[in-house]
């Protein structure tokens, strides 16, 4: 069964410091994988997303994610985060092939950043 | 920029009564979702709905919930007679192509539904 796991609940770093948000997978084949981010009061967002190619992958607000296929993981970096960076996070996958938007989203990670 | 709107932001219902959630997707967008979120639970999948029917759902999708385009511009998703369970905070989401020929889902600011 398809599965998505984000190990950190709630993180909280220093304004300035770097960030290194975990996701983890469990999925038939290699999916899609994504990076949501939810600010407060807003909706979900994307960040950036992986379908093939270089696993290294650059997304929007400074954000990059590398794709490790032998750790099943999609871990979301930054190397310096901003005090705006205060949001929830959600790694999702989904399925290649004809599945139609269907995501399958972690619990996410709440970022509190300190001034 | 073009952003999926949703209405209402929070609603609260007593259990039992009909609930209509609506949405107004990004308009050259041809892909419609509905997702929802428990709180302290992860984002779940509902439904999909592509050229005027459904794609997929999910076994959350029972004969309670249904979706409807019906004027070409909204999107809703109505719960026909609330429980409790149903209280949560649900997403609207729209997307030019399906995921699968690499679609990225815009998603609204979503609804709060809350089920007394």
């Known amino acids: 069964a398809q599965s998505v796991t984000q190990p950190d609940i709630h993180i909280t770093v220093s304004e300035g410091a770097s960030l290194e948000l975990r996701c983890n997978y469990s999925?038939?084949?290699?999916?899609?994988l994504f990076w949501y981010v939810q600010s407060p009061g807003q909706g979900l967002q994307l960040l950036l997303k992986?379908?093939?190619?270089?696993?290294l992958v650059q997304g929007i607000k400074g954000f990059e994610a590398e794709f490790k296929r032998s750790q099943s993981s999609f871990n979301l970096r930054k190397p310096s985060v901003h005090w705006s960076d205060a949001a929830e996070y959600f790694c999702?996958?989904?399925?290649?092939?004809?599945?139609?938007?269907?995501?399958?989203f972690g619990r996410g990670t709440q970022l509190t950043v300190w001034p | 920029e073009p952003e999926v709107t949703q209405t209402p932001s929070h609603q609260v219902t007593q259990m039992g009564q009909e609930v209509i959630l609506r949405c107004v997707p990004i308009?050259?967008?041809?892909?419609f979702y509905w997702y929802r979120q428990i709180l302290g639970q992860k984002v779940e999948f509902l439904v999909s709905?592509?050229?005027?029917?459904?794609?997929?759902k999910s076994e959350i999708f029972d004969d309670q919930f249904s979706v409807e385009r019906p004027d070409g511009s909204n999107f809703t998703l109505k719960i026909r007679s609330t429980k409790l369970e149903d209280s949560a905070m649900y997403f609207c989401?729209?997307?030019?192509?399906?995921?699968?020929?690499?679609?990225?889902?815009?998603f609204g600011e979503g609804s709060r539904l809350t089920v007394l």
């Open positions: 999702a996958v989904a399925g290649r092939g004809s599945t139609l938007g269907r995501l399958y």
């Open positions: 989401a729209s997307s030019e192509r399906g995921t699968g020929g690499t679609g990225e889902l815009f």
């Open positions: 992986y379908f093939s190619g270089d696993t």
């Open positions: 999925y038939g084949a290699t999916p899609y």
């Open positions: 709905f592509y050229n005027n029917e459904i794609s997929e």
């Open positions: 308009s050259n967008h041809l892909y």
